[in-house]
């Protein structure tokens, strides 16, 4: 009866997930046709591919992470496990991609404790990059914006110390202290912290790409660090929309941050079309993987849950509207 009852509330939560997603599209439908007509569908597409360039970089770095802790995951449950999760984030608060993740790992042997520390780190590692990313960038570009979203710098100097391997190994191992977890078996490595780090960059990287694919056929201003700027801004938004965590998945903060990171070439309407556009890419890009992570369930990892969970991921990709009003 306890499992039956733990596997409908998974489901439930997915399926709440989903909902949430498919309405955020749904409500920004029409705003983001438009400003798709305004970029061009090549450039629309393009910044699309970006895009999921990006989000599979960022489900490495989770990987790399976790195995870094201890647990090695394979490609396929990889993704099985941090995109389905990731559709959590669409619930206000940050802790339910979390906490979804740790129950999706549980199929694949993987303890829920070091997932959800996996899961943790990430966070950290996502800011730290984006921090540094948006440090470098925009006092060569946007320098404004940089003024106007100073606070989201502020905590630059503290996440880098803690991204040191051994500060890190002791926070994390104080945490799981007090929240009476297993401790870590063995010490988080310079290696495993860099190659996340690594690929964090590249994600960032990605996302530059998707947002300057989309401001290029705007820009009038013939700048030629428009690649740059891009890249600064839209890791100054993503990191405030972040640290907003009351927020779901960073909406309003990161609009906001994007249009005054790129008011030196985009006027204040065109921006802010920019912005949504941008925002219904990056929820497009959740559901496609996610789609792609209920696929990539292993066959070894029977659970009638995931099962149920990949037939309503996928569903809601061909059939949005129906699910946005169930």
Known sequence: MKQTVGRAARVGFLLLALTLLVLALRDQGDEALAAARDVGVASALGSLAAVLVGLLASAMVWRALLADLGTPLGLRPALHVFFLGQLGKYVPGQVFAIAAQMELGRSHG?????????????????????LLTAAAALPLTSPDALRDYAWVLLVLPLVLAVLHPPVLTRLVALLLKVLRRDPLERPLSRRGVGA??????????AYGVHLWLLVRPQDTSGRAD????????????????FLFVIAPAGAGIRELALIAALAPVLDEAAALAVAVLSRVLMTVGDLVWGAVGAAA????????????????????????GKAADA
């Open 110 to 130: 993987a303890p829920r404790s070091r997932v959800g520390t996996a899961s943790l780190l990430f966070m950290g590692v996502l800011v730290a990059a984006g």
């Open 196 to 205: 996340a780090l690594g690929w964090a960059l590249a994600m960032w990287a």
């Open 226 to 241: 428009l690649l740059l700027l891009s890249l600064g801004a839209y890791a100054l938004a993503w990191t405030a929309g």
């Open 297 to 320: 369930r292993p066959r070894t990892a029977h659970d009638p849950v995931l099962e149920e969970a990949a037939v309503a991921t996928v569903t809601s990709v061909k059939q949005p």
